[in-house]
């Protein structure tokens, strides 16, 4: 199996972008999956995961209200809605999916390449 992300971009602050992670191989419905990033110079943190059994979504503190997770059955497809982006938001951003059902907080499988967000003036 394997994820693919799409949707990344160069976007001005306060813009918004949809990113996409369509899974092949393996059915969203049967895991957790969890979208990441990784800054320049920086650690690759959890962004939001929305779990497999009731759809229930978390987010990290940063994104929180701003971020939006939701899962397309049909599409084999999990998004990524941001909004009110802010330079501190640029990233490379992965998709991946939660085997062992831990809230995307490891044994993470089935990693995209990324899709580089920037956002800048």
């Known amino acids: 199996g394997a994820a693919v992300e799409s949707g990344g971009g160069l976007v001005q602050p306060g813009g918004s972008l949809r990113l996409s992670c369509a899974a092949f191989g393996f059915a969203v419905d049967n895991y957790g999956i969890g979208w990441f990033r990784q800054a320049p110079g920086k650690e690759r943190e959890r962004v939001s995961c929305?779990?497999?059994?009731?759809?229930?979504?978390t987010y990290t503190s940063s994104v929180r209200g701003r971020f939006a997770i939701s899962r397309d059955s049909a599409k084999n497809t999990v998004y990524l809605q941001m909004n009110s982006l802010e330079p501190e938001d640029t990233a490379v951003y992965y998709c991946a999916a939660d085997p062992l059902h831990l809230n995307c907080k490891g044994g993470m499988e089935y990693w995209g390449k990324g899709t580089l967000v920037t956002v800048s003036s």
């Open positions: 929305i779990a497999y059994a009731d759809g229930a979504a």
